[in-house]
């Protein structure tokens, strides 16, 4: 099956990735509102009634800012690292709410989701690939050098933002 890949906003106003594939889907940050997320998914054909979990970066506001809205109103899982959590002010439902750590899969339906750390000024911050049948794309987003762990992780992607 093919990997469906859509940039929902990058910049410093917002940054949100989607990548599906069979009606499931995973978000990597919600830097926007609930309802920019959604008009802006919906211009594109997407439903974030298919989206399995959310995956925060780090917890600058411009990653986080729809996530706590998002994850109670469609009921969707957000997974976090303690620290990205601890300074982000998110108060997220605990049943919600997915521990995170670097350099372990995720394993979300089809998806295959690894995080690992990156070099960036946040407390925990972090880069994801995420595969599914055979094709992994990768989110690396604010990147303050291409450490080793980026090389490594940017090889392996048939696609990335």
Same mark, same amino acid.
């Given at each position: ?6 940039? +929902? ?7 949100? !990735? ?6 499931? &889907? ?9 309802? $920019? %997320?959604?008009?802006?998914?919906? @211009?594109? *054909?997407? &439903?974030?009634? @298919?989206?399995?979990? #959310?995956? #925060?970066?780090?917890?600058? %506001?411009?990653? +986080? ?5 998002? &994850?109670?109103?469609?009921? #969707? =899982?957000?997974? #976090?690292?303690?620290? %990205?959590?601890? !300074? ?8 919600? $709410?997915? =521990? ?5 899969? +995720?394993?979300? *339906?089809?998806? /295959?989701?690894? =995080? ?8 925990? =911050?972090?880069?994801? /690939? ?5 094709? /992994?794309?990768?989110?690396? /987003?604010?990147? *303050? %050098? ?16």
């Amino acid at each position: 099956m093919a990997l469906h890949l859509a940039s +929902i906003n990058s910049g410093s106003n917002g940054n949100c !990735y989607y990548i599906g594939s069979g009606g499931e &889907s995973v978000l990597v940050d919600a830097g926007l509102s609930c309802r $920019m %997320t959604e008009r802006r998914m919906m @211009n594109l *054909g997407l &439903s974030l009634r @298919n989206v399995k979990a #959310i995956f #925060i970066s780090h917890e600058h %506001t411009d990653h +986080i800012k729809g996530a706590e809205v998002l &994850s109670k109103k469609y009921r #969707i =899982p957000v997974y #976090i690292s303690e620290k %990205t959590y601890r !300074y982000s002010r998110l108060n997220l439902e605990e049943e919600l $709410m997915r =521990p995170m750590a670097s350099c372990r899969e +995720i394993e979300i *339906g089809g998806f /295959t989701v690894s =995080p690992f750390r990156k070099s960036h000024d946040a407390a925990e =911050p972090h880069s994801f /690939t995420v595969s599914h049948g055979g094709v /992994t794309a990768g989110v690396f /987003t604010d990147i *303050g %050098t291409a450490c080793v762990e980026l090389v490594r992780h940017l090889k392996q992607c048939h696609a990335a933002f």
